[in-house]
């Protein structure tokens, strides 16, 4: 009998010896997360703006061409904006340079796309101005070489605005490691 005892003991204590080690049910603990949220100027993918009609309002990267644009000044003579039915070119608008930390030991390069909605009238093109543009752009920035973003302003077949701002649009900026393809 104390060995068929001694037996279920030992069967017992293996198969919860098995059973505890084949599957994880828990585990809880407490780390700390620290992130810095920074202007645009100063983040690990840098926008700097790099012309008067490009400033940083509240740390963000702002394209503004009129009256509301906190560079413009009326007593320079300096439009009020952009004619109706022209197409205006701006080159080195903004800047995008890698900042990332990785860059420390070795060349961490990183791909950049930027999107400009569709029919709206602005396109972007990359460096100078080689009467190219469109409304996707995508480039590789190193480590201390920027990158200079230029924009191209069609204002074919729009009347006048009222308002200083009453056309906006929608630039989204994607980053990933790696040189583009």
């Known amino acids: 009998m104390n060995k068929l005892i001694g ?3 030992l069967l017992i204590g293996m198969m919860l010896a ?29 926008l700097t703006p790099a012309q008067p009609y490009a400033y940083l309002n509240n740390g963000k990267l702002t394209i503004e061409i009129s009256t509301n644009n906190p560079n413009y000044n009326e007593t320079l003579g300096f439009g009020r904006g952009l ?3 022209t197409t205006y070119v701006f080159e080195h608008m903004f800047n995008v340079s890698n900042e990332l930390w990785e860059n420390n030991e070795t060349d961490f390069p ?16 990359e460096g100078d101005w080689a009467e190219t543009s469109g409304t996707q752009l995508q480039f590789t920035v190193y480590h201390n070489t920027p990158v200079s973003v230029g924009m191209v302003f ?15 649009v929608q630039m989204s900026i994607h980053a990933w490691k790696g040189t583009c393809d």
Do not use: H, K
């Not at 505890?20 to 100027?41: K, L, N, P, Q, W």
């Not at 990183?110 to 093109?125: K, M, N």
């Open 18 to 46: 098995v059973g505890a080690g084949a599957t994880f049910r828990y585990y809880e603990a407490d780390r700390g997360i620290t992130v810095a949220i920074v202007s645009d100027e100063n983040e690990f993918i840098d």
């Open 154 to 168: 069609d204002t074919s077949n729009m009347g006048l605005s009222v308002n200083p701002g009453d056309i906006q």
């Open 83 to 85: 004619s109706p039915n």
């Open 110 to 125: 990183i791909c950049v796309q930027i999107s400009i909605t569709q029919g709206s009238g602005v396109e972007i093109f």
């Open 7 to 9: 037996l279920a003991i």
